[in-house]
């Protein structure tokens, strides 16, 4: 019997139960629906959480303007990551001295377009590093040619 498994990064507390999926091996409107929601809410709840900042918090954490700050998200030396209402929120731990030298390279080996994928890859417990996140890993001195090799294999 086939059944449908669908693996996240987002995955949530508040997210549904698709373990009793049909025999169908595609996902029914109202599974992707409820998939689309649990990724949303949890966007949204990662928004909101203690360590994001805005740009101006930023800039004055990194002692430089706004303006520079939005150029190092858009060339992804920074995370940033597209608040609903205007602007980016920027995860405050990102701007650490050993976290801080690796991000534009991580963005690299990922392939990423977004700040999200760069916050989720560092953000999710990876097998690799025995359940360890890669930021986590990088904070208690996991060099950061392993966190990028883990990186470049994850894009591939």
Request: with cysteine.
């Amino acid at each position: 019997m086939n059944t449908l498994s669908i693996s996240s990064p987002f995955t949530h507390r508040n997210a549904p139960d698709l373990s009793q999926a049909s025999p169908d091996p595609y996902a029914t409107a109202a599974q992707s629906a409820a998939v689309l929601r649990s990724g949303a809410q949890y966007r949204r709840e990662r928004m909101e959480a203690d360590d994001m900042i805005t740009t101006d918090d930023a800039a004055l954490l990194a002692g430089a303007s706004r303006v520079t700050i939005n150029a190092w998200i858009k060339s992804r030396r920074c995370i940033g990551v597209s608040h609903l209402r205007r602007g980016f929120k920027l995860p405050r731990w990102q701007f650490e001295p050993n976290l801080w030298p690796i991000l534009q390279p991580l963005a690299s080996a990922l392939g990423a377009s977004d700040g999200w994928q760069v916050l989720t890859f560092l953000e999710t417990p990876a097998s690799a590093l025995d359940g360890q996140t890669p930021r986590a890993a990088l904070e208690q001195g996991v060099p950061a040619k392993h966190i990028l090799a883990l990186a470049t294999a994850e894009a591939h």
